[in-house]
């Protein structure tokens, strides 16, 4: 029987070490996600972002490849005005 209660004590302390990881691992990703759209909302990024598409579209001759990033750019666009927003 001693051996049943060891492994029944190894299980429930398995599941809680589990329960705790998943909730650093929410935690972390929520960081990461608030980090990224901070970064990615910041003047520079919107304008490395134009300048990409435009330098891209530009040079590509391709006007689907130009619309791409003129999207991405407005993308930004929204996200810094969401970010300001709040």
Do not use: C, I, N, W
């Not at 599941?15 to 996600?33: G, H, I, N, T, W």
């Not at 759209?37 to 490395?48: F, G, I, K, N, T």
Request: zero cysteines; charged letters at 20%.
């Amino acid at each position: 029987m001693t051996s049943l209660a060891f492994y029944g004590a190894a299980v429930a302390d398995a599941e809680a070490r589990l329960l705790e990881r998943r909730q650093a691992v929410k935690r972390r990703a929520s960081l990461l996600a608030a980090h990224a759209r901070q970064r990615l909302a910041s003047p520079v990024a919107l304008l490395a972002a134009l300048g990409a598409g435009f330098a891209l579209g530009s040079r590509s001759g391709r006007r689907g490849f130009a619309r791409l990033f003129t999207v991405l750019q407005f993308a930004l666009a929204a996200l810094s005005a969401v970010k300001a927003a709040e």
